[in-house]
């Protein structure tokens, strides 16, 4: 089975932190994302890899930024944590043209 | 750029019941189709997806969902539902022809009571 392991599952950081969220899967895929999760808004694109340090911006990029130094590995990184960004977390995984696979999120809290 | 709307933002449902959960898609390419569940304080799990071929599809859990596409809709639906089906419902679209991106509705809260 696939499997997509998020670091955290619950986070509390304070407004202003630097904040890494981290993702790790073990298919070998090529893709990975990072989403955001918030009620009534559904799942909305922050940024997505297509390959060891390629990147490219999703639907709502501002105040996060990545990094993949290895296949594996994809970060998300929120370079100054505001109250605004206390959400829900996803990361997903596929291989080129297949289906994405999903971690268990990490809900994190700005205060 | 692809859309997805969901129609019902919750629908509650007697236990052993129909139930049908309404999506409809906007794409000026040709898409591929999933539908996906996600539990309480769970991620997201892949139910049911549309590739091509025969445009009615099965999943797990007893799951299934049609392809229209003159209607661009991709509905899913369960004949009779379990209480463990309580779960929110994401329909999603990515393109063909090598995208990578999904592109999900705001989802669709199923509450089955006894």
């Known amino acids: 089975d696939v499997k997509v392991t998020q670091s955290s599952r619950y986070l509390v950081k304070r407004t202003g932190e630097k904040v890494f969220l981290e993702c790790v899967q073990d298919?070998?895929?090529?893709?990975m994302f990072w989403y955001r999760q918030d009620p009534g808004l559904g799942l909305r694109l922050i940024y997505f890899?297509?390959?060891?340090?390629?990147?490219e911006k999703g639907d709502i990029p501002e105040g996060y930024s990545v990094s993949r130094e290895k296949k594996e590995r994809f970060s998300l990184i929120l370079e100054s944590a505001s109250t605004n960004q206390t959400s829900m977390y996803l990361c997903?995984?596929?291989?080129?043209?297949?289906?994405?696979?999903f971690g268990q999120g990490t809900r994190l809290t700005v205060v | 750029a692809q859309s997805v709307t969901q129609l019902d933002s919750q629908v509650p449902v007697f236990e052993e019941a129909p139930v049908e959960l309404r999506c409809n898609y906007s794409s000026s390419v040709s898409v591929y189709l999933f539908w996906y569940v996600q539990y309480p304080n769970q991620g997201l799990q892949l139910l049911l997806k549309y590739l091509s071929g025969s445009t009615l599809v099965k999943g797990i859990n007893g799951f299934e969902a049609e392809f229209n596409k003159s209607q661009t809709s991709f509905h899913l639906r369960k004949p009779s539902v379990h209480i463990s089906d309580t779960a929110e419902y994401f329909c999603a679209v990515r393109r063909t022809g090598g995208g990578n991106k999904l592109t999900f509705g705001t989802g669709t809260q199923l509450k089955v009571e006894l």
């Open positions: 298919m070998d895929h090529e893709n």
């Open positions: 890899s297509y390959d060891v340090k390629m990147k």
């Open positions: 997903a995984s596929s291989s080129r043209g297949g289906t994405a696979f």
